[in-house]
T-cell receptor
Framework: SQKIEQNSEALNIQEGKTATLTCNYTNYSPAYLQWYRQDPGRGPVFLLL?????KEKRKERLKVTFDTTLKQSLFHITASQPADSATYLC????????????FGAGTRLAVHP | DTGVSQDPRHKITKRGQNVTFRCDPISEHNRLYWYRQTLGQGPEFLTY????????KSRLLSDRFSAERPKGSFSTLEIQRTEQGDSAMYLCASSFPPPGTEAFFGQGTRLTVV
């Protein structure tokens, strides 16, 4: 069956360091992969999308890589700030799947001053 | 337009009662999705509408669940004869027609069945 795995344990880092979150998937051939941020009690907010034919995408302090051979995406936040503390969700979608998203369980990031 | 709106934000109901949630998507979006999220898990897909047509329903959506999107605007999700296992956050999302890929989520409706 299709499976998406994200680090289940919370990631604790110091302010100013780079946070790296991992998303691994099996039995799936995504057309694209998305990362969302979710704060407690709120809906997810879109951050970045990377397509199957792309290796890397950047947006301000965010960087996403996508390795379809390893079936893995890495999500980096550089120069992290306490305001970056949240749960980050990885989501996959298929070609022609009308953007139906399959989510991982998310990784909670805590950035300490 | 301030984004996807869901109502109510919180609902506490007794087991066996029926509940209905409403979602108002962003007006230019013809695609609308319902997801369910339990504590510590990511959102799980429930159903998808393109305009007023319901094109896919997850196996998670038992016969007690029904969703509608009359006239392709707002949507409702009804749960009949609620069970404690229905307690979750119900999220609505919408997106632009293709090639739109970003999903815009509402704040969700937190359902507690007691």
């Amino acid at each position: 069956s299709q499976k998406i795995e994200q680090n289940s344990e919370a990631l604790n880092i110091q302010e100013g360091k780079t946070a790296t979150l991992t998303c691994n998937y099996t039995n799936y051939s995504p057309a694209y992969l998305q990362w969302y941020r979710q704060d407690p009690g709120r809906g997810p907010v879109f951050l970045l999308l990377i397509r199957e034919n792309e290796k890397e995408k950047r947006k301000e302090r965010l960087k996403v890589t996508f390795d379809t051979t390893l079936k893995q995406s890495l999500f980096h936040i550089t120069a992290s700030q306490p305001a970056d503390s949240a749960t980050y969700l990885c989501a996959l979608a298929r070609v022609g799947g009308y953007n139906k998203l399959i989510f991982g369980a998310g990784t909670r990031l805590a950035v300490h001053p | 337009d301030t984004g996807v709106s869901q109502d109510p934000r919180h609902k506490i109901t007794k087991r066996g009662q029926n509940v209905t949630f409403r979602c108002d998507p962003i007006s230019e979006h013809n695609r609308l999705y319902w997801y369910r999220q339990t504590l510590g898990q990511g959102p799980e897909f429930l159903t998808y509408f393109q305009n007023e047509a319901q094109l896919e329903k997850s196996r998670l959506l038992s016969d007690r669940f029904s969703a509608e999107r009359p006239k392709g605007s707002f949507s409702t999700l009804e749960i009949q004869r609620t069970e404690q296992g229905d307690s979750a956050m119900y999220l609505c999302a919408s997106s632009f027609p293709p090639p739109g890929t970003e999903a815009f989520f509402g704040q969700g409706t937190r359902l507690t069945v007691v």
